[in-house]
């Protein structure tokens, strides 16, 4: 299959992963033998089952998870339940096995699943058995951060390529699993990792918390825990986890903004650590927002108490690694002192640059400074533990690449946090684009292993906001440029209104050198007969996007009062982007989609096209309600009407898992809190 690396390539990135001590590569094995072995018979022609799960005697739940998915998707492609057993007892009838985990037969079978990378999983046909096998880790089968994960990836391969299943959104209505009289499997011999050694798509809602909006406009309690389930459950069909917790902010001082706090704790004694301002004072600037300020980075004594800080914590779990983290606070890099503006070195050239990036340099270009300080702090901890890691992100006005005379090194892993506020969201002028490739570019030749860690996600509220083609175009790219993992912030979870959007979002995790319009039909495949018009649908809003690129900019720009959070204040300019008269032309496609499904009364493929309509009609209405809230003429009674009918229809829609409520309700209450009549009175 054309997403397997060939043998060739293979070998020179088996040398690589092992001089790099990662696990993220795709990669089969020897095919001899195979001329052997041939399909498994799963479910025979006559509906019986002709297979049985093998678990280990002592299965991980990762193992009894995976079984139990394996079973669950052949029953809901033929109606066959299969029987899962313990290899103790495996039953004589059905004859054909699949075993599953760490099993002794995978070691008779000469599989060292000890020795196997903590994700990886062998997939091998044997003796007229299938077996799928794994070291797997322990832990809670839906963490994505801490389990491993290896046969639940096995059986995940497997259901692609044998049953043909796609996920195409959270719930049963979006799981596909074509109806089939008989199931065969293999015949397999390779070995599956996951492409990246982090893939993270942040869920954005928390099963038992409460959010910080409009209850009324938020899910209910129960709402909420079957969404978070129906989720987690969907990204890891999706693969998300993680290969390595060393890489990933896992067992890290300081991790994430990793200052905050320390004006409060040190800036009495050591105010020299802080931002210099431009009037010579040092620490927060504005005495209203006391968290919002820098490190003076250059300061030898601020390095030297991060090292102490890490030693500390390393000396307090001996034999465990101990990373750090230095990420800046959340905000950018504004120290003024002599010796970090030294350290920026000369202003870089800003002609020619695409419109917006100006900002960027505000102010000043800070890349170069902060490189030097990942130095420094690596050279100081290095004199005790050499091979400790940095954790880094390049954020605001330092997510620049470096000067290329800058060299970084393999133990410092950089989040790439693409991030100027006005410019840059999707969809993007093309110079913006290409310009963010070269940074990206910049940062991985400094040495540095680069992940993604964009907050463009974030955007775009209730709305059909979709932008297939320029996403996949710099993941891609990015993944081709030696992309070690993700971490996006977060999911607004949108589903109905942005199927395939979001779909591709998490499927190019998987499938990161597919073509994206294979991914896409992918998707639309899915609704059988509609699938023509579920395309058609969602490419009219792919074209609203791009052709409402400077319009979108430009009315957020107007309407945020200042404010530079573009995607909080959605709410606030939607119904200025979604007019109606956008609606009518999406209305009349999903209209035919309906039809064209109707073919099949009562199909599987009516209940989607049933679920995109929820998208359609929710986003309608919360443009109407958007209408009456932004008008200041509006009356108290409009307002109150507009607000009831959204929350109505909410109430109806939202065990459909349509969309993340909690999430919206978020923005709604960011863009309409000083509205007069917004907030309920009990909050
Ligand atoms: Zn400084």
């Given at each position: 299959?054309?997403?397997?690396?060939?043998?060739?390539?293979?070998?020179?990135?088996?040398?690589?992963?092992?001089?790099?001590?990662?696990?993220?590569?795709?990669?089969?094995?020897?095919?001899?033998?195979?001329?052997?072995?041939?399909?498994?018979?799963?479910?025979?022609?006559?509906?019986?089952?002709?297979?049985?799960?093998?678990?280990?005697?002592?299965?991980?739940?990762?193992?009894?998870?995976?079984?139990?998915?394996?079973?669950?998707?052949?029953?809901?492609?033929?109606?066959?339940?299969?029987?899962?057993?313990?290899?103790?007892?495996?039953?004589?009838?059905?004859?054909?096995?699949?075993?599953?985990?760490?099993?002794?037969?995978?070691?008779?079978?000469?599989?060292?699943?000890?020795?196997?990378?903590?994700?990886?999983?062998?997939?091998?046909?044997?003796?007229?058995?299938?077996?799928?096998?794994?070291?797997?880790?322990?832990?809670?089968?839906?963490?994505?951060?801490?389990?491993?994960?290896?046969?639940?990836?096995?059986?995940?391969?497997?259901?692609?390529?044998?049953?043909?299943?796609?996920?195409?959104?959270?719930?049963?209505?979006?799981?596909?699993?074509?109806?089939?009289?008989?199931?065969?499997?293999?015949?397999?011999?390779?070995?599956?990792?996951?492409?990246?050694?982090?893939?993270?798509?942040?869920?954005?809602?928390?099963?038992?918390?409460?959010?910080?909006?409009?209850?009324?406009?938020?899910?209910?309690?129960?709402?909420?825990?079957?969404?978070?389930?129906?989720?987690?459950?969907?990204?890891?069909?999706?693969?998300?986890?993680?290969?390595?917790?060393?890489?990933?902010?896992?067992?890290?001082?300081?991790?994430?903004h990793s200052f905050e706090?320390w004006?409060?704790?040190?800036?009495?004694?050591?105010?020299?650590?802080?931002?210099?301002?431009?009037?010579?004072?040092?620490?927060?600037?504005?005495?209203?927002?006391?968290e919002k300020y820098s490190m003076?980075?250059?300061?030898?004594?601020?390095?030297?108490?991060?090292?102490?800080?890490?030693?500390?914590?390393?000396?307090?779990?001996?034999?465990?690694?101990?990373?750090?983290?230095?990420g800046e606070n959340d905000t950018?890099?504004?120290?003024?002192?002599?010796?970090?503006?030294?350290?920026?070195?000369?202003?870089?050239?800003?002609?020619?640059?695409?419109?917006?990036?100006?900002?960027?340099?505000?102010?000043?270009?800070?890349?170069?400074?902060?490189?030097?300080?990942?130095?420094?702090?690596?050279?100081?901890?290095?004199?005790?533990?050499?091979?400790?890691?940095?954790?880094?992100?390049?954020?605001?006005?330092?997510?620049?690449?470096?000067?290329?005379?800058?060299?970084?090194?393999?133990?410092?892993?950089?989040?790439?946090?693409?991030?100027?506020?006005?410019?840059?969201?999707?969809?993007?002028?093309?110079?913006?684009?290409?310009?963010?490739?070269?940074?990206?570019?910049?940062?991985?030749?400094?040495?540095?292993?680069?992940?993604?860690?964009?907050?463009?996600?974030?955007?775009?509220?209730?709305?059909?906001?979709?932008?297939?083609?320029?996403?996949?175009?710099?993941?891609?790219?990015?993944?081709?440029?030696?992309?070690?993992?993700?971490?996006?912030?977060?999911?607004?979870?949108?589903?109905?209104?942005?199927?395939?959007?979001?779909?591709?979002?998490?499927?190019?995790?998987?499938?990161?050198?597919?073509?994206?319009?294979?991914?896409?039909?992918?998707?639309?495949?899915?609704?059988?007969?509609?699938?023509?018009?579920?395309?058609?649908?969602?490419?009219?809003?792919?074209?609203?996007?791009?052709?409402?690129?400077?319009?979108?900019?430009?009315?957020?720009?107007?309407?945020?009062?200042?404010?530079?959070?573009?995607?909080?204040?959605?709410?606030?300019?939607?119904?200025?982007?979604?007019?109606?008269?956008?609606?009518?032309?999406?209305?009349?496609?999903?209209?035919?989609?309906?039809?064209?499904?109707?073919?099949?009364?009562?199909?599987?493929?009516?209940?989607?096209?049933?679920?995109?309509?929820?998208?359609?009609?929710?986003?309608?209405?919360?443009?109407?309600?958007?209408?009456?809230?932004?008008?200041?003429?509006?009356?108290?009674?409009?307002?109150?009407?507009?607000?009831?009918?959204?929350?109505?229809?909410?109430?109806?829609?939202?065990?459909?898992?349509?969309?993340?409520?909690?999430?919206?309700?978020?923005?709604?209450?960011?863009?309409?809190?000083?509205?007069?009549?917004?907030?309920?009175?009990?909050?």
């Amino acid at each position: 299959m054309d997403y397997f690396l060939t043998a060739r390539i293979m070998k020179k990135h088996i040398a690589l992963h092992l001089l790099l001590g990662w696990n993220w590569l795709v990669f089969p094995l020897a095919i001899e033998g195979m001329a052997n072995q041939k399909k498994m018979s799963v479910v025979n022609p006559g509906r019986q089952p002709a297979a049985v799960i093998v678990l280990p005697d002592q299965p991980q739940p990762i193992a009894e998870y995976a079984a139990a998915e394996l079973a669950h998707h052949v029953e809901i492609a033929t109606g066959v339940r299969i029987p899962i057993a313990s290899e103790s007892a495996i039953p004589k009838s059905p004859k054909n096995r699949i075993y599953v985990g760490s099993t002794r037969a995978a070691r008779r079978a000469g599989i060292a699943q000890e020795k196997l990378p903590g994700e990886a999983c062998v997939l091998k046909s044997s003796g007229g058995n299938l077996l799928i096998a794994a070291k797997d880790g322990p832990g809670d089968p839906l963490d994505t951060n801490h389990t491993f994960s290896g046969s639940l990836w096995g059986v995940y391969e497997v259901l692609e390529r044998d049953l043909n299943a796609l996920w195409l959104w959270p719930g049963e209505v979006g799981s596909y699993v074509p109806k089939v009289r008989e199931v065969t499997m293999g015949p397999y011999d390779e070995t599956v990792l996951p492409r990246f050694v982090h893939r993270m798509l942040r869920p954005g809602i928390h099963p038992t918390g409460t959010p910080n909006g409009d209850l009324r406009l938020a899910f209910t309690a129960a709402e909420r825990q079957k969404y978070a389930r129906d989720q987690a459950v969907f990204l890891r069909r999706h693969r998300m986890g993680n290969s390595d917790g060393n890489y990933f902010s896992e067992r890290t001082t300081g991790s994430g903004h990793s200052f905050e706090g320390w004006w409060k704790r040190f800036g009495r004694e050591h105010p020299d650590w802080f931002q210099m301002n431009p009037d010579g004072s040092r620490g927060p600037a504005d005495p209203r927002r006391p968290e919002k300020y820098s490190m003076c980075v250059s300061n030898p004594g601020l390095q030297r108490k991060i090292v102490e800080l890490w030693k500390e914590e390393r000396e307090k779990h001996p034999g465990e690694p101990m990373n750090i983290g230095i990420g800046e606070n959340d905000t950018g890099g504004t120290c003024s002192c002599p010796r970090c503006l030294e350290w920026d070195g000369p202003v870089p050239d800003r002609r020619g640059l695409p419109p917006g990036l100006e900002r960027s340099y505000l102010p000043t270009q800070a890349s170069n400074r902060y490189a030097r300080f990942l130095l420094e702090v690596q050279r100081l901890a290095a004199e005790i533990e050499p091979n400790v890691k940095l954790h880094f992100f390049a954020f605001e006005n330092y997510f620049w690449a470096p000067a290329d005379t800058i060299r970084l090194n393999k133990n410092m892993v950089i989040g790439f946090v693409p991030w100027f506020r006005w410019a840059g969201w999707f969809p993007r002028p093309a110079e913006m684009q290409e310009w963010l490739k070269q940074q990206w570019l910049g940062w991985q030749k400094s040495g540095a292993p680069v992940y993604y860690r964009p907050n463009w996600f974030l955007d775009g509220w209730s709305m059909p906001h979709v932008y297939p083609h320029q996403f996949a175009d710099a993941f891609q790219f990015y993944a081709r440029h030696g992309m070690v993992g993700t971490d996006f912030d977060s999911l607004m979870g949108q589903w109905a209104a942005q199927g395939p959007h979001l779909y591709l979002l998490a499927r190019i995790h998987v499938r990161p050198e597919e073509p994206v319009d294979n991914l896409l039909n992918e998707f639309c495949s899915a609704f059988g007969p509609a699938a023509e018009a579920v395309g058609d649908y969602f490419r009219y809003w792919e074209d609203y996007s791009l052709r409402n690129r400077e319009r979108a900019a430009d009315a957020i720009r107007s309407r945020s009062n200042g404010l530079f959070r573009r995607y909080a204040l959605y709410a606030r300019v939607a119904d200025e982007l979604y007019p109606p008269e956008a609606f009518a032309p999406a209305q009349r496609i999903l209209d035919r989609a309906r039809t064209a499904a109707a073919a099949k009364p009562d199909s599987e493929y009516a209940r989607r096209v049933a679920f995109l309509q929820e998208g359609l009609t929710h986003a309608r209405l919360c443009v109407e309600t958007a209408e009456v809230m932004n008008d200041p003429r509006a009356e108290a009674a409009a307002r109150s009407a507009a607000l009831g009918r959204l929350i109505a229809y909410r109430r109806k829609v939202a065990s459909s898992g349509m969309a993340n409520l909690d999430r919206l309700s978020v923005i709604e209450q960011e863009s309409w809190k000083d509205v007069p009549g917004f907030l309920p009175p009990d909050r």
